[in-house]
């Protein structure tokens, strides 16, 4: 069975960073699309961030670009979310999705992943 465990999240200031790692259990993380979601309290959730398998192009939320990078760790089976120049409003509950196969036009849509990790809390605040 696959496993998705995130970690990394925590509180930060406005400007601050943060860190949030995803490892992938039970599959290689380089034969998924990868993505990470936010959930904030009364919202849907977000598209934040997704690449294919083979890491070409990665896609950003307008809301994240310039902020956030994705990247893969294929030692360690994990993919990586650097969250820069945090604002209030990127607080949410950030889950890890994986999908077995998904068209790039579906990237965005939470309903075509396959597993998802329980989620880790990241609070921006002063």
């Known amino acids: 069975q696959v496993e998705l465990v995130e970690s990394g999240g925590g509180l930060a200031p406005p400007g601050g960073s943060l860190r949030l790692s995803c490892k992938v259990s039970g599959g290689t993380v380089n034969t998924y699309t990868m993505a990470w979601f936010r959930q904030a309290p009364g919202k849907e959730r977000e598209f934040v961030t997704s690449n294919r398998r083979s890491a070409e192009n990665t896609y950003y939320a307008d809301s994240v670009k310039g902020r956030f990078t994705m990247s893969r760790g294929s030692a360690d089976n994990a993919v990586y979310l650097q969250m820069n120049s945090l604002k209030p409003e990127d607080t949410a509950v950030y889950y890890c999705?994986?999908?077995?196969?998904?068209?790039?036009?579906?990237?965005?849509?939470?309903?075509?992943?396959?597993?998802w990790g329980r989620g880790t809390q990241v609070t921006v605040s002063s």
């Open positions: 999705a994986a999908g077995r196969r998904l068209i790039l036009s579906s990237l965005r849509n939470p309903a075509q992943y396959d597993y």
